[in-house]
């Protein structure tokens, strides 16, 4: 599986924006998945996963309600709309996809280890 993200950019705080993580390979399609996040100086983080077929979703405490995860199946397609984004979401921000959406996925969701494939990663940048 190949993840490629896309739709980063300058957005001021309030405003929103919807990044895009497409794969490639049909096994995206079976395949639990995630964002995560690095601000400047800072470790990679958490932010919002999501299983195969879209029914569990989770989220950072510092996103839930602002983010959503979302992702489309027959496009090969994750999402990730910000809302109310804030200066601190200022990050690139990196898609990841696990080889399965296995049992140990939904207690492991929120650890980089989790997954095996990574995208390349998209900038955002809020502006106050």
């Known amino acids: 599986v190949q993840l490629q993200a896309s739709g980063g950019g300058l957005v001021q705080a309030g405003g929103s924006l919807r990044l895009s993580c497409a794969a490639s390979?049909?096994?995206?399609?079976?395949?639990?998945a995630g964002w995560f996040r690095q601000a400047p100086g800072t470790e990679r983080e958490f932010v919002a996963a999501i299983s195969w077929s879209g029914g569990s979703r989770y989220y950072a405490d510092s996103v839930k309600g602002r983010f959503t995860i979302s992702r489309d199946n027959t496009k090969n397609t994750m999402y990730l709309q910000i809302d109310s984004p804030k200066p601190e979401d200022t990050a690139v921000y990196y898609c990841a996809a696990d080889r399965s959406d296995g049992s140990r996925w939904y207690e492991a969701y929120y650890l980089q280890s989790e997954y095996d494939y990574w995208g390349q990663g998209t900038k955002v940048t809020v502006s106050s």
């Open positions: 390979g049909r096994t995206f399609r079976r395949s639990a």
